[in-house]
Nanobody, 116 residues
């Protein structure tokens, strides 16, 4: 397994969750790391990504609420999700991509459910 995600769960609206994704060293050091999500009946969408130099990008819908970070010591990318809303409910996928146009590696999804 090259990307191993964990941390999903059920939380009430306004609550917080932290997702983590452990990557192999070669993938982590060479790729943009990110999180995507897919809600029922919707297309998979970018949530946040972070470059090898630590520069983040966020979807407008999560700006100010979510924070992405990468831990070089553990080859892990984290997504801290605060002030969760029901519309954040989705399966979240960790991803690694060499450039922004194409995802090269997907992790298994982890379910995030926000109850209102």
């Amino acid at each position: 397994v090259q990307l191993q995600a964990c941390g999903g769960g059920l939380v009430q609206a306004g609550g917080s969750l932290r997702l983590s994704c452990a990557a192999s060293g070669s993938i982590f050091s060479r790729n943009i790391m990110g999180w995507y999500r897919q809600a029922p009946g919707k297309e998979r969408e970018l949530v946040a990504r972070i470059t090898t130099s630590g520069s983040p990008t966020y979807a407008d819908s999560v700006k100010g609420r979510f924070t992405i970070s990468r831990d070089i010591a553990t080859n892990t990318v984290n997504l801290q999700m605060n002030s969760l809303k029901s519309e954040d409910t989705a399966v979240y996928y960790c991803a690694a991509q060499f450039w922004v146009g194409k995802v090269d590696y997907w992790g298994q999804g982890t379910q995030v459910t926000v109850s209102s």
